[in-house]
Each structure stands twice: as C-alpha cells, then as structure tokens.
C-alpha cells in the first residue's frame, strides 16, 4: 500500500499489526510514517510519540519523525528541543542529520543557525 501511496490503508494494515504482541513499536512507527506523509501531521506526533516511547530499533527514527510531524506543524520551538536532546544521544550520520534539523528549526526562529549546538 505504501508503495503505491495509499498511505490511508497502509495505516490501516499496520493498525491490525499493531494489536500483535511484540510488533507494536514497529507498527506505530509505519503509522507515524504514513500519517506524516499524507499530511496528518497531528496523528503523525501522535503515533511517533508512541512509537519514540518504546526500546527497539524503530526509537530513535520515530523520534526524528515526531520532531519533523512538529516542525511541519509549525512548532519550531517543540521540533528543535526535541533535535537537540537527540542530537545528545546519537552519532555519525544521525548526529548530522539532527544538526541540519536545528539549523532548519533556528532559521524560523531567526537565530544563529548553531545555537543549541554545544560542540
């Protein structure tokens, strides 16, 4: 379904993964997802807050995604706190990534595209 863009059944395929003991996580990441890609971006912080809240290797891109479901919202402020705390516990590419987020996040606010980067 994702591939073809129905992100509507994809969110209802991965709503009846989610009742699975031990796939929850994952399934509310893809939900995260696809609410996010079609614009829903309420569902979107909704489902990737859930998913964020739980171990598993889906925590800290659903965390990315709630940061982005609140910048697209229009929550700057929200998005880059969140940017910065993750920026603290990641590494490599994913620390880049969550830089330019804060850069991205700052240019709304009209400060220093650094600032709330310590290092």
């Not at 003991?21 to 893809?30: L, N, V």
């Not at 171990?55 to 479901?69: N, R, T, V």
Request: hydrophobic share 35%; charged share 30%.
């Amino acid at each position: 379904e994702e591939a073809s863009g129905d992100w509507q059944s994809a969110r209802a395929i991965y709503g009846r993964l989610e009742k699975l003991k031990g796939y929850e996580a994952f399934a509310e990441y893809r939900m995260a997802y696809d609410a996010f890609q079609s614009n829903d971006t309420a569902a979107a912080q909704t489902y990737a807050q859930k998913a964020a809240s739980k171990s598993g290797p889906q925590k800290f891109d659903a965390m990315f995604l709630y940061a982005d479901a609140l910048f697209k919202g229009g929550d700057f402020k929200r998005a880059k706190d969140v940017d910065v705390g993750l920026r603290g516990r990641v590494s490599g590419d994913r620390k880049a990534t969550a830089t330019k987020k804060i850069a991205l996040c700052n240019a709304k606010h009209r400060l220093f595209e650094r600032d709330g980067v310590t290092d």
